[in-house]
């Protein structure tokens, strides 16, 4: 007995070993049809609403004209505060000047030369590699979004049809599954995109308003910088609170205030992250910090930028499914991180 079970534990494990392995390998294309499902659950209310007034072919276009104005919108946004910061370094070229050369001296005065590691270290060679590795990512990219665009287009029109024919299934328990965790996890995906949403106006708006009481100059790109990244879980937050860090070095010229200035973003992305989303969430996006830690690193391993990007939506759905069967509705319990109520 002990055997067997034993034997099914090593072959669920080679199993999901050989699973996410294939996602690895096939992430050119898992990625952005993963990618456009999780887009398709969430504008699928508004498209529903739209063919209810217009033809269903107008409705998948506007709704498609929708996603292209949201994500021109924060990537106009994004590029508009991080070129406000890049205008304003190439105006204050003299501050990083003398930042490096304070820095410089503070090293040579300890026995480390910058002159030296920058000669021992430099090697023209190493913008070939650079170059054609930012090369391949825009590629990557451009790739990733006409697949997204046309499994998009593609899923938006085929709602209807993929309901229809589950509930034709013989199998009628199979059916209503499918029917409920689906609608579960299209719910609970919008959800978290609203909150998603509300929290990051409300990063913004805060990082904002501090930077305006700290005289950190850019109040405006900044506060437009963390409302954006905030979409990405962890890590949109953490690249929100480091380079404002650096820009209040070269600002002030005082790594005290710097650091000053760092630990109260981190206070910030902490509150609204660790307090205030939660509640707004409510129990059925409830997930443990560290599954989400978990999701966005192991995600991001897998699927790059992507998925940092849907990882978390992949655990909701995976929850949502959970939930549904009572052989594995313990497992969403221990995931979401809440205390099981005494029964």
């Keep these: 007995m002990i055997e067997d079970r034993t034997i099914k534990i090593l072959l ?4 999901v070993v050989l699973i996410f392995g294939a996602l690895y390998l096939a992430r050119s294309l898992i990625a952005p049809v993963t990618f456009s499902l999780f887009v398709i659950a969430i504008v699928w209310p508004i498209q529903r609403a739209l063919q209810r007034r217009i033809p269903k072919l107008l409705a998948v276009a506007s709704t498609i004209l929708g996603i292209f104005v949201a994500v021109a919108v924060l990537g106009s946004l994004l590029v508009w505060g991080f070129g406000k910061v890049v205008q304003w370094f190439t105006n204050n070229t003299d501050r990083l000047q003398a930042l490096y050369v304070r820095a410089a001296n503070w090293l040579d005065g300890h026995g480390v030369s910058i002159a030296d590691i920058v000669t021992q270290n430099y090697n023209v060679n190493w913008f070939v ?7 391949g990512r825009g590629y990557s990219l451009v790739s990733f979004a006409i697949i997204a665009f046309a499994f998009t287009v593609l899923g938006l029109l085929e709602v209807d049809v993929t309901r229809k024919n589950i509930e034709r299934l013989k199998n009628a328990k199979l059916a209503r599954l499918l029917l409920v965790a689906g609608a579960d996890i299209a719910a609970n995906l919008q959800k978290y995109m609203l909150v998603r949403s509300v929290m990051s106006i409300l990063t913004g708006i805060v990082v904002w308003s501090f930077a305006l009481l700290a005289g950190i100059e850019l109040a405006t790109a900044w506060g437009v910088i963390a409302f954006v990244l905030n979409y990405i879980p962890f890590l949109g937050p953490l690249f929100a609170t480091v380079f404002p860090t650096l820009f209040a070095l070269v600002q002030f010229e005082s790594w005290q205030l710097a ?3 760092f630990a109260c973003l981190n206070v910030i992305q902490f509150l609204i ?7 707004m969430a409510g ?6 910090p560290f599954i989400v830690l978990l999701a966005v690193f192991f ?3 897998l699927w790059g930028v992507a998925g940092a990007f849907i990882g978390v939506p992949i655990v909701i759905a995976f929850l949502a499914v959970c939930n549904e069967h009572d052989s594995t509705r313990w497992l969403a319990l221990l995931l979401s991180g809440r205390e099981r109520e005494p029964t």
């Design 12 to 15: 669920l494990f080679c199993a």
């Design 129 to 135: 590699p650079a170059v054609k590795g930012l090369g």
């Design 259 to 261: 650091i000053a200035v």
């Design 273 to 279: 992250g660790s307090y205030f989303e939660p509640r």
């Design 283 to 288: 129990a059925a996006l409830s997930i443990s």
């Design 299 to 301: 995600w991001s391993f």
